[in-house]
Each structure stands twice: as C-alpha cells, then as structure tokens.
C-alpha cells in the first residue's frame, strides 16, 4: 500500500476533534506555555529586529531586546529574508487576562528546549484569536505535546520494573531494527532515522518525539554495541 507524506503541522480545528478538546483548552495551553504555537511568516512581512534572548527561566514571560542589530526591512539581505519565511513558532506568551494572551515575538524553535535560538519581534503583536484562525500547531510540537500528556507515573511497590536482562533485550530489539530497518549508523554525528521513525510512528496513530527516539538508540548503541562492530 502506497504511504502517504507525514503531516507536518494541525489546525486548532483539528486538535479539537484529535484530542477531544474544546477550543478553550487549546487556548489555555497556549497561554499557559504548554503547546507552542506556529504562524506563518511571509519574507519580511513581520520582521521589526533580531536578538538573542535573555534565559526564559528569569524572564517571566518576556524577552529582553538587547538588539544584535537593528535594520529596516529594506537593508535586509537575501539571506535574512530567506530565513524569516515560513512557519515559524510564537515564543513566550504575555497574558492579558486569564483567558488571553498577546504573541511578539517568533524564533526557529521553542525556546524552552533552545535558549541559544535567534529571536525576533513581531512588527505587528498577534492575539490568541489570529493564532486560533490563522495559526497551527506543528506535527513536533503534537507530539510533544502528547507524549508529555500520555507520562504515566512511577509504578507503586507492586508492579514489576524490567530487569536488566529484559531491558537489554528491548534495546537490542530497538538497535537491530534501527540499522536493519532503517539503515541506521551509530556512528554519524547526525541522522534523520529518529525523524523517520518518528513519522512512521505518527502514521499508525503512534505519538513519540525525536529526542526520545534519539536517546533510546544512543542508549541502545551503546549498551549493545560497545565493543562489537557496528556493521555486519
């Protein structure tokens, strides 16, 4: 059976039905830091000026404009411009009320899992009534999104933890279908396998992030293979 192409991002219409939500719980997430919205970003359209932002954790929801530069729109470069367009993610939330929040700022990443990202400011601050109609949700951040949500909590003194023995059986299960399956290397410094597996995963209705992925088969590399060859 032909695959279909992975989809790469939601509308909040489409989380309602999803996860059985009202469109009021999205919004709280969103305002509340929980899910991290996307817009889209035409070249330049939006673009005020750039800067690194200061730590999130001691910013209480704001982002300090200590400007790397400052230009107008006219004196950006191809490059610049090339780089602002696209879906890219409303950072840091600022609360209006309880049930409201104002966006001005947008960067490559959530900065909650990359400080060090480049931010810019909205020229033009967006409400959480543009991102309910004109923003998504990308597919990574669903994920996430779920996979925090499905966390179950530690198991009580009657259920049984694997044993070292079971537990490294999964991990060779987790490698041996990884390299065969997937082709993946060990040994690269970087490989798109745990966003492919990821997306596979995403097409059976199966919610997993990439750095979770990523962790299991560097634990499984390394607890299975050290010391072997990694290819046969």
Not at 72 to 89: A, P
Not at 145 to 154: C, D, M, Q, R, T
Not at 197 to 211: K, P, S, Y
Request: aromatic content about 8%; charged content about 25%.
């Amino acid at each position: 059976m032909k695959s279909t192409p992975a989809k790469k991002y939601f509308t909040f219409e489409e989380l309602v039905v999803r996860w059985d939500r009202t469109s009021n719980d999205l919004v709280q997430l969103v305002i509340d830091g929980e899910m991290v919205p996307s817009l889209y970003i035409p070249s330049g359209g939006y673009l005020l000026n750039q800067f690194v932002p200061i730590d999130i954790e001691d910013a209480d929801s704001t982002c300090s404009p200590s400007p790397l530069h400052d230009p107008s729109i006219d004196e950006l470069d191809n490059e610049v411009r090339g780089w602002v367009t696209g879906f890219r993610y409303l950072i840091l939330p600022q609360r209006t009320d309880s049930h409201d929040c104002d966006f001005h700022y947008f960067a490559a990443a959530p900065l909650d899992r990359d400080h060090g990202a480049l931010c810019y400011s909205l020229e033009h601050r967006v409400g959480i009534a543009d991102v309910l109609k004109s923003g998504m949700v990308m597919a990574d951040e669903v994920a996430r999104v779920e996979a925090k949500s499905s966390e179950k909590p530690a198991p009580d003194s009657n259920e049984k933890a694997l044993s070292t023995t079971e537990r490294n059986t999964l991990l060779k299960l987790v490698i041996g279908m990884a390299v065969k399956g997937y082709s993946y290397d060990p040994e690269a410094s970087k490989s798109g396998v745990p966003k492919e597996i990821v997306d596979d995963l995403a097409n059976l209705g199966i919610a997993i992030t990439d750095d979770t992925v990523r962790r299991y088969l560097k634990e499984a590399a390394r607890t299975v293979l050290s010391g072997q060859a990694r290819h046969s």
